[in-house]
């Protein structure tokens, strides 16, 4: 997610669009899946939720920094990166989405 950003700020993209530029990274997780011969559980996994989350705490860091707080862009990287391991991996954890009210498990009678 942080190369994502990191390209679309360079291009000159609003950090709100650099923050979403993230999220298409996750269609590399989505393409692994595809070429592995993995089941394709797009909507039962977040990967978009995770890279998104990285993606916005990479631009919220980068910004905070050019406001004058002293954040070391190794510092904002590594946030960025522990961020979206973090919920990839308490969702494995939990052995079902992060979304899982979104995808109607919840409401099931």
Not at 36 to 50: E, P, T
Not at 104 to 109: I, P, Y
């Amino acid at each position: 997610s942080v190369a994502g950003v990191h390209g679309a700020i360079g291009m000159g993209l609003h950090p709100l669009v650099a923050a979403t530029s993230g999220v298409t990274m996750s269609i590399g997780g989505i393409l692994r899946d595809v070429f592995c011969g993995r089941d394709l559980a797009v909507a039962s996994q977040s990967y978009a939720f995770a890279t998104g989350a990285g993606s916005t705490v990479y631009v919220l860091t980068r910004e905070m920094a050019l406001r004058g707080y002293p954040i070391l862009a190794v510092f904002r990287i590594l946030l960025s990166m522990g961020t979206t391991v973090s919920l990839r991996y308490w969702e494995f954890v939990r052995g079902e989405p992060l979304l899982a009210p979104m995808h109607g498990r919840n409401n099931e009678k």
